[in-house]
């Protein structure tokens, strides 16, 4: 992703402000503001992962290699019933799409 507006990225504005509430907040607090500040940071870090989402082309490629162009239009899909048949393209396609969400949320998770 190209940056328009030149520096610091959406992902470095969001990354300063997940540093600060992780150092500076976290640790002038405690009880139930230092919990919301950790959820707080938790949170930017998940949206500073999708700005910077280098490995988007992995789910981008299974939804093509299944004809779609969103994961709704697959869901939608599935719901259906069109894609009964094609269980043994279809499950591959789908752990891609997991794997990233999972990354993306939880770096590592899926891979413990």
Same mark, same amino acid.
């Given at each position: 992703?190209?940056?328009?507006?030149? +520096?610091?990225?959406? #992902? &470095? *504005?969001?990354? $300063?402000?997940?540093?600060? %509430?992780?150092?500076?907040? @976290?640790?002038?607090?405690?009880?139930?503001?230092?919990?919301?500040?950790?959820?707080?940071?938790?949170?930017?870090?998940?949206?500073?992962?999708?700005?910077?989402?280098?490995?988007?082309?992995?789910? +981008?490629?299974?939804? #093509? &290699? *299944?004809?779609? $162009?969103?994961?709704?239009? %697959?869901?939608?899909?599935? @719901?259906?019933?069109?894609?009964?048949?094609?269980?043994?393209?279809?499950?591959?396609?789908?752990?891609?799409?997991?794997?990233?969400?999972?990354?993306?949320?939880?770096?590592?998770?899926?891979?413990?």
């Amino acid at each position: 992703m190209t940056n328009l507006h030149g +520096r610091p990225s959406a #992902a &470095e *504005l969001v990354a $300063a402000v997940a540093e600060f %509430l992780e150092t500076e907040v @976290r640790e002038e607090t405690s009880g139930a503001i230092g919990f919301h500040a950790r959820v707080a940071a938790n949170v930017l870090r998940i949206v500073e992962r999708e700005l910077r989402d280098d490995a988007g082309e992995a789910p +981008r490629s299974a939804l #093509a &290699e *299944l004809g779609f $162009a969103s994961e709704v239009d %697959l869901a939608a899909a599935i @719901r259906r019933g069109e894609l009964d048949e094609r269980g043994p393209v279809l499950l591959p396609a789908l752990r891609t799409l997991v794997l990233h969400r999972l990354d993306v949320s939880h770096p590592g998770y899926a891979r413990r």
